[in-house]
């Protein structure tokens, strides 16, 4: 920050303190930072990259990507019968089935289909036994539309 005199007028009045700030080595100092930045960047990116030993890494089979991503559908109509995908089932084969997707894969997407007719009592029961198969990712299905 430079600071100084105004100069004084003709008729010997004291000139007042001006004060003014001098961004060009503010601006010097950014730009060398940007390019310590780059350089460094792009050092520790290859850096990154390159191993100290030359490995060959071992073949997978297709693992999870085997497991089933399509959401497993759960339909409850207005008289309590259930489907599961497009097979009625009873209550017992149900829950036995839920388990076994779960064992399988956990994470996968559970979507109600309940009539509009049917009570919230009957849809909260089904998502109790959903949840208590060990499938915790529930939706329920809607339909498009006003």
Do not use: C, Y
């Amino acid at each position: 920050m430079a600071m100084g005199q105004l100069p004084s007028a003709d008729d010997g009045e004291e000139g007042g303190l001006f004060a003014e700030i001098n961004i060009t080595p503010l601006t010097d100092i950014f730009l060398v930072l940007l390019i310590i930045f780059m350089v460094t960047s792009s050092v520790m990116a290859d850096a990154g990259s390159k191993s100290a030993l030359d490995v060959e890494l071992p073949k997978a089979g297709p693992g999870a990507a085997a497991i089933d991503q399509r959401p497993l559908v759960v339909s409850i109509d207005t008289l309590g019968r259930i489907a599961l995908e497009d097979k009625q089932v009873e209550a017992d084969a149900l829950d036995s089935a839920l388990k076994a997707v779960a064992e399988l894969n956990p994470a996968r997407q559970v979507v109600i289909r309940a009539d509009a007719a049917i009570t919230h009592g009957h849809v909260v029961g089904l998502m109790q036994r959903v949840r208590g198969a060990g499938l915790s990712r529930i939706s329920v299905a809607v339909q498009a539309g006003q």
